[in-house]
């Protein structure tokens, strides 16, 4: 890690990858073998089937899968012969291929499997994926298993999904911050079609930004993120929008305890194109109408979204998606005081299949988020807001050498954009008006990554990302005595630098390795290495993600957090694929982690690197997976045995310590059971290690307030052990004479009504009232110190109607 | 933004639920609390000593009355001694002595051969030139009753740090709701154009007394950390509490101290609140 001599090195780069997208979208690859080239193509949707397995019956084992677009290409034999075409969940198709079929290119259509009552084994990977191929600590959780878990108010959260894989924590009771492998929710690189999401979450935290039925599909990476990504050290969760379907206009929607859902699809003018709109609103604040008491019924309190995409294709070769998201919460409070944030995103890419072994893919993409506080007060109004963006463009180019080996390579540009936080007084505010300078920076990214298969048993992934990081103006830097910044530091010199001016500069290599061997056709062991570079962070000594958290970028005394994960896994399938079992290890070294001082003040500060602890983690773990995909029954049973550490100058001692999400044991099960085509059942458990928390030893009196008396040590306590059941029951109509498909779903959070403390509060307890306030009226009797705990959901039934037309 | 937080809890959260609970803790040995005060008045400068104890405990924690107290101005090297008063059990300044305007002083506390320091500098305060009462009627955010406003001037451009405390017919309001600390984020002319007390609701007879302190840095810290040690509900949305940082030191030895030294100009001002009609 080294600092920029000059800006040479990056311009150079950045020239140069420039010229090569023009270069390589011409990159034309010789061909002299014969193939058969096809489509497969969901009959009802007429959507592309990616991960289907084609092959030629006389030879079951030299098949080929589909692409992304659904695409295949198979080395032709002797014709006529019979071609196979499989997919889980479809119905096998047989068809005989002549000679004439070489020329004009094959288009097969899939009908869904009657028969087969699994709709969530309806993915992109092959059955033998687990074992075969080179991904660790990867998961792909299909959207309809996502939708099956019982969720907290019915509302079904992909994020608190996620949750119940091993090797993922929680920070609390309904929270969807994601906790991976001892990494920081500000850890995960949460993208939507390629544009991240910087605060994914809905009402402080308690519902994930994302509506169910505008989602194609979620792939989860906690380890060996492939070097085509990057930007965060512990995850990456790549979520894709779902495309509209060529055929007719379909709907399907829910009306929710909380919330109702609409979401629309079809053709756009032609079946070259199609799309899909989305929609999502809480009605909380309906029901806060209905109180008599002014102190509610004066309050808003709502948050909705919506997305929607377009596909366009361009022709045999070439296609277009655009899509957009948005998001918003409000919470007002009497006409008086409002608080709302939003996160907004829009991207557009364009897939080009130059020819039959080289693709490209071009990614545009602008995210923004922002929040607004604003006090309507005759002596102290005021409106505070901020907003923090990121625009990029990512190029890719997939090259399959042969089916052995295959490239990509491309670069990614990132530009960051940390608005000044500003404070407006209203007019007659006796307030000032408040305003910090703004942080930018530009990232590129070029990426290289060779996927090879040395032999039936011995496969690698050998990958290279490059950042490269500038922090640049507009902007202000500050100089303090003895070049340490604090909160006593004498500032010695302020410098401005003009747009795009260089302030510091960073890079770094990121070496990421895959290798697997198959130790038999069904048992493979995996080992990986995985380096990466983190250029932002968020400056927060909350456990929960909050909307006024402070992003920060890497600078002269903030240094970019450096990430390095080590990992083995053994994987194996039973009977024909319907089991996946794996077992994983791994250790994770982290550099820079910030935390903040005691007392610490970052909301307005414009010198936030005074209030900033720097410091080192490191995190290791065993992780067990046994997963059922095919069948009545699905579901999996997960295990995890994870230890986190953080050690930060200036916080318990200067010694190691637990973070708060920092449990030790976690295990989950998930159970799906199909009764007929008409009523399943699902149930979840989890248990977990309590949270690592700090508790007093003592208590002491100070200004007349009776103060408990912390050992200074961080988070060496522990709440008791979480767990809970949750349990939903599923009567669909499946007459699909009907235009309208409606069905029910109810389901119960916490089942068996587990008080899982949400917080220990350690107060004076007066009258022997918990909640007992001291006024003029109602004078203290009596004192004493005492301990409060917070629960929350207990028991909490919901019920949910959805339907499809 | 804690009515923020109540509201939203209060809507999101209806099934959940609040119990008393008793958890086995650790107990630290007795650690020392020095709470002293020196300002430029007499009557309110006095130094306590008291030690820890076990959380649950319920007795009034234990007064250390064999310390040896004392503050030196460290512009004259003066030295005002403390002496133990039995029955208000704090230490006070023999003759009543004071501070004086823009000197520093430095405080001793030794207590078993152990010796802890502090220091501060007694700042110039700011004018307090009048209190103003008006009668509200209740609206959503306020109750209904008299609020006073506190007009003045602070004309300092560095050490705005202060803290306002409110007594009320010759009682201390102090809910941890009642501390008012401000600095000067938000400017300095509060006080030119009325700073009206929002949370304090009074009536007609009240008898109100304001107190104003102009802090140093180290004291004006503690006590917010301390007002943000008292809101700390142990949840996700708040930070891990620690013990406020004391601007008491050991001196030459590894022991350690809770409390602060708090050295300020005192002024103050008073008003009867008389029914408008």
Known sequence: MKPFIDMNLFQRCFTLVLCLIPLSTSFVIAQDVSYLEGTIIDFATNQSIPGANVYWKHSPTEGVT?????????PTTKLPAVLIVSFIGYEQVEREVTSKDLARGLKIYLREDEMDLQEVTVSSTRPDQNVKSLDMGKSVVPIETIKNIPALFGEVDILRSLQLLPGVQTAGEGTTGLFVRGGSADQNLLQIDGAPIYNPSHFFGFFSVFNPDAIHGVDFYKGNIPANYGGRISSLIDISLKEGNFDKIK????????????????????????????????????????????????????????????????????KLTVSSYYGSDFLGLSGQFGFGWSNWMGAATWNRNISDRLFFDLNAYSSRYNYKVSFDDADNGF???????????????????????????????????????????????????????????????PFVSVNHEFSDKVGLEAGLRWSLYQQHGRGVA?????????????????????????????????????????????????????????????????????????????????????????????????????????????????KNLIDLRQGASVLFTDRVETEILVGDGYAYGAEFLLRKNVGKTTGWLSYAYS?????????????????????PHDLNLVLNHQFDKQWSANLTFVYTTGQAVTFPAGSYVVDSQRLPLYTGERNADRFPDYHRMDASVTWK????????????????????????????????????????????????????????????????????????? | MKRVF????????????????????????????????????????QVMITTSREYYDNTPNEVIEDAQVSIRNLETGRIANFVYNNQL????????????????????????????????????????????????????????????????????????YYRLRVVKNDTLLNRRSDYLLFDDTFGTQILNRGFELGGFTFEAGDRVRLELFRLNKGAYDYLSQLVGLLFNDGGLFSPPPQNPVSNIKPLEHDGSVLGYFMVSPYIGASVLIEEEE
């Open chain 1, 733 to 805: 109509n499946v007459d699909k004479g009907k235009k309208w498909r409606g069905s029910w779903n109810f389901s119960i959070y916490n089942l068996y009504g587990r008080k899982n403390p949400f917080s220990y509060q350690f107060t004076e307890i007066f009258n022997d009232e918990i909640n007992f306030t001291p006024t003029s009226t109602e004078p203290i009797t009596s004192r004493r110190p005492g301990t409060v705990m917070t629960y929350l959901f207990t028991f909490l039934p919901s019920l949910t109607y959805n339907f499809e037309f």
């Open chain 1, 66 to 74: 589909t692409s992304q677009e659904g695409i295949f290409k198979l």
């Open chain 2, 89 to 160: 059990r704090k230490y006070l300044p023999t003759n009543n002595q004071i501070g004086q305007i823009g000197h520093e002083y430095e405080l001793s506390v030794i207590i078993q051969d152990k010796a802890y320091i502090s220091t501060g500098v007694l700042l110039a305060p700011p004018t307090l030139d009048s209190i103003t009462y008006e009668f509200k009627d209740q609206r959503v955010f306020r109750d209904e009753g008299y609020y006073l406003t506190l007009y003045g001037d602070i004309p300092f451009e560095e050490d705005n």
């Open chain 1, 383 to 445: 409106e505070w807001g901020n907003a923090l963006g990121e625009t990029g463009f990512k190029a890719t180019w997939n090259y399959h050498v042969s089916d052995q080996t295959k490239i990509n390579w491309g670069s990614h540009l990132q530009f960051y954009h940390f608005a000044s936080i500003d404070l407006e007084p209203a007019p007659g505010s006796a307030i000032q008006p408040i305003t910090s300078n703004p942080f930018n920076g530009l990232q590129l990214n």
């Open chain 1, 251 to 318: 709907g399907e929607g829910g009306i929710g305890t909380i919330s109702s859902r609409l979401t629309v699809d079809g053709p756009l003018f032609s079946d070259k194109s199609s799309f899909v709109i989305s929609a999502r609103r809480t009605y909380a604040d309906l029901f806060l109408r209905l109180s008599s008491d002014p102190n509610i019924n004066n309050n808003d309190l709502y948050f909705y979204d919506l997305s929607g995409k377009t596909v366009f294709k361009l022709g045999e070769k070439d």
């Open chain 1, 643 to 663: 230890r986190t550490w953080r050690k930060i100058e200036g916080i318990s001692f200067d010694r190691w310590y637990n973070p708060r999400f920092d449990r």
């Open chain 2, 6 to 45: 109540i509201a939203l809890f209060s809507i999101l959260c209806y099934t959940s639920c609040q119990e008393e609970v008793i958890l086995n803790l650790d107990t630290l040995e007795p650690t020392p609390v020095i709470e002293a005060v020196w300002t430029n008045v007499p009557n309110i400068n």
């Open chain 1, 478 to 590: 500050y100089t303090f005595e003895d070049n340490i910044p604090s909160p006593e530091a004498v500032i010695t010199d302020s410098l401005t630098f003009n747009t795009f001016e260089k302030m510091r500069g960073y890079h770094g290599l990121e070496p990421r390795l895959a290798l697997r061997y198959l130790l038999r056709e069904d048992l493979s062991l995996k080992i990986a290495a995985n380096r990466a570079f983190q250029y932002l962070q968020v400056a927060s000594n909350s456990s929960a993600g909050l909307p006024l958290d402070r992003w920060i970028l890497a600078g002269t005394y903030i240094p970019p957090i450096r990430g390095d994960q080590f990992s083995v896994g053994i994987f194996k399938n039973f009977k024909n694929d319907t089991w996946e079992v794996s077992l994983e290890g791994y250790y994770k070294d982290m």
